[in-house]
């Protein structure tokens, strides 16, 4: 695999112990072609399917899996072993670049006539839970994780949308056990557990831990003969949107205060990381907690806007801001790529 420094991995001002990462529209279209500036060749996956990952999470497993968060942490802490001050960026040019073309994917309506399983929905205050929306989990060095997702639009009508830490070290090894729980909420699975196939990250994470693509993407297998859009929809998304959007993003929060039980969410406006703006990522009021990592953001005021970035990062445990990766031409790479897998 080959190791591609970006400005991101320059340098990290704070301390990696002051980090602390958090971790439906109308008819599908096909997905874009890669001729608007994807690279492709950035894109590293993995094949992901276990025997018996399903029947793994017991229900004991998914409460006691760790938030997702101290994965990021560890990554910023290799990175910023490796890297020092002459690797500052120099111009605003280097770190904000040159936005490419606006890319819009529609979503897919879910066209399963089959009723989720009853779930208690005044159990938890907060957001409803979403069909298209939940928890993953997975086990990385032997402990179990977890954080959240969103089903995407995708042709293989398969695609799970993540925080790249949430299946891959960054750098290092890939998840195992990934399983996504759609509208998850106090420990019921309303619409199954869905079981990935196979995991895709960008090389700039898989290899070197860059938080300016801290973003991934599961394929999952079908369950019960059915494709997870089919059952439960899939987001739209957008790709090289204006910056300083307004936003709502979703997570299960489960570090204190939160349990994780239940889906929360945030909303603002959009502003760049004034402490690390070598990431090139954004940041809106939010106080969700670790297991959040991974959440879809959503442009406009709820769930059924185009997807266009997830949950990533906030500074400390008083954070008052969500950060998000910047979802470029290098993350609509390995969208496509994971979207056409078969």
């Not at 970006?6 to 340098?11: A, I």
């Not at 997702?68 to 910023?80: P, S, W």
């Not at 989720?116 to 994780?145: H, Q």
């Not at 204190?256 to 940041?283: I, L, R």
Request: hydrophobic content about 30%; glycine content about 12%; aromatic content about 10%.
């Amino acid at each position: 695999m080959t190791r591609t420094k970006t400005l991101s991995t320059s340098l990290f001002s704070l301390t990696a112990a002051a980090l602390l990462a958090l971790g439906s529209g109308g008819g599908a279209t096909a997905a874009p072609s890669m001729s608007n500036g994807t690279d492709a060749s950035s894109v590293s996956s993995n094949s992901a399917s276990d025997s018996n990952t399903a029947d793994y999470w017991t229900p004991e497993r998914m409460k006691t899996a760790v938030s997702g968060d101290v994965l990021a942490t560890k990554a910023l802490t290799r990175a910023q072993a490796a890297v020092g001050l002459a690797d500052l960026p120099v111009s605003p040019e280097q770190v904000f670049p040159a936005l490419g073309r606006a890319v819009t994917i529609e979503g897919q309506k879910a066209t399963s006539t089959t009723a989720p399983s009853a779930v208690d929905r005044k159990a938890n205050p907060g957001e409803s839970p979403v069909s298209r929306i939940g928890k993953v989990f997975f086990t990385l060095g032997g402990v179990n994780y977890v954080c959240s997702g969103n089903s995407v639009t995708s042709a293989n009508q398969s695609t799970v949308s993540t925080a790249g830490h949430c299946l891959n070290e960054g750098p290092g090894a890939f998840a195992s056990n990934f399983t996504f729980v759609p509208a998850y909420l106090n420990g019921a699975a309303p619409y199954g557990k869905w079981t990935a196939k196979a995991l895709y990250t960008t090389s700039q994470w898989s290899s070197s831990g860059n938080m300016q693509y801290d973003t991934g993407f599961a394929v999952m297998n079908t369950l019960n003969g059915q494709k997870l859009s089919d059952v439960v929809g899939a987001s739209g998304v957008q790709f090289n949107a204006a910056r300083g959007l307004a936003y709502k993003s979703f997570g299960y929060p489960a570090a204190s205060p939160f349990t994780g039980e239940s889906p929360k969410s945030c909303s603002g406006t959009a502003a760049n990381d004034p402490y690390n703006p070598q990431y090139n990522t954004q940041g809106i009021p939010c106080n969700m907690t670790g297991g959040s990592s991974g959440g879809p953001w959503f442009i406009g005021t709820g769930s059924s806007g185009y997807q266009n970035s997830v949950n990533s990062y906030g500074y400390g445990s008083n954070s008052t801001k969500m950060y998000g990766p910047y979802w470029g031409t290098v993350i609509q790479g390995t969208y496509q790529t994971a979207s056409t897998a078969p």
